[in-house]
């Protein structure tokens, strides 16, 4: 695929192909979706996987938040999301574990929305899975260890949406998930805005760019 060629999300089944594809070597594919909060990033994961089916599983960076307990009562509190609330550390091992295939099922954290804490060994990946998944906002970050990340990658794919709709699609989010509207909104135009200003930052190290409407 062509260097930031825009996409249209409506063509998961053309991009599952070409995954689908790429995964006849025999050796796993590793694909990261990175983009800002609320950018849709899950969506287009899901819409892949139900392309692929069973030789696909997704594996989410959000599974490894740093646990409410960790960070309660510090200023990392009062910023959840950015990119030193994560342990990437934990992430690395697992990417490095999912590369080698050495295990026959290597089990990874997902986190829970309303719960907003991870949950440890909720994902499973066995060995046969020939193509992964893994999307999150800091997957092209190129500070520190982040930029070990881009190494696992085969390719890595970036998910860009229109900051109006998504802020909008952010409130709704953190309403749902049990948020006070104004606390919400807040929310999605303080930290969450901060952090998606990182993010755009880091596109242009994308192989493609995935430009939903």
Not at 98 to 121: F, H, K, Q, S
Not at 142 to 155: I, Q
Request: glycine share 8%; with cysteine; proline share 6%.
């Amino acid at each position: 695929m062509n260097h930031l060629q825009p996409v249209n999300p409506g063509n998961t089944a053309q991009l599952a192909e070409h995954l689908r594809r790429r995964a006849l070597s025999g050796n796993r594919l590793i694909v990261g979706l990175a983009g800002p909060p609320g950018a849709g990033k899950s969506t287009i994961a899901e819409g892949l996987r139900r392309h692929l089916g069973r030789e696909c599983a997704i594996v989410p960076m959000d599974g490894f938040h740093l646990a409410n307990a960790i960070i309660e009562g510090t200023e990392l509190r009062e910023r959840k999301g950015a990119i030193d609330t994560f342990d990437v550390g934990g992430y690395l091992s697992l990417l490095a574990r999912l590369r080698l295939n050495e295990e026959d099922v290597i089990y990874a954290p997902t986190y829970r929305r309303g719960l907003e804490e991870p949950i440890a060994a909720s994902i499973a990946v066995p060995r046969l899975t020939e193509i992964v998944i893994t999307e999150g906002n800091y997957l092209l970050a190129g500070d520190g260890p982040w930029a070990r990340v881009r190494s696992y990658l085969d390719e890595a794919w970036f998910v860009e949406l229109p900051s109006e709709t998504r802020i909008s699609r952010l409130i709704q989010r953190h309403v749902d998930s049990g948020m006070e509207p104004a606390a919400a909104e807040a929310w999605a135009k303080g930290p969450d805005e901060a952090n998606a200003k990182y993010v755009e930052s880091t596109k242009a190290s994308a192989d493609l760019i995935i430009t939903c409407p």
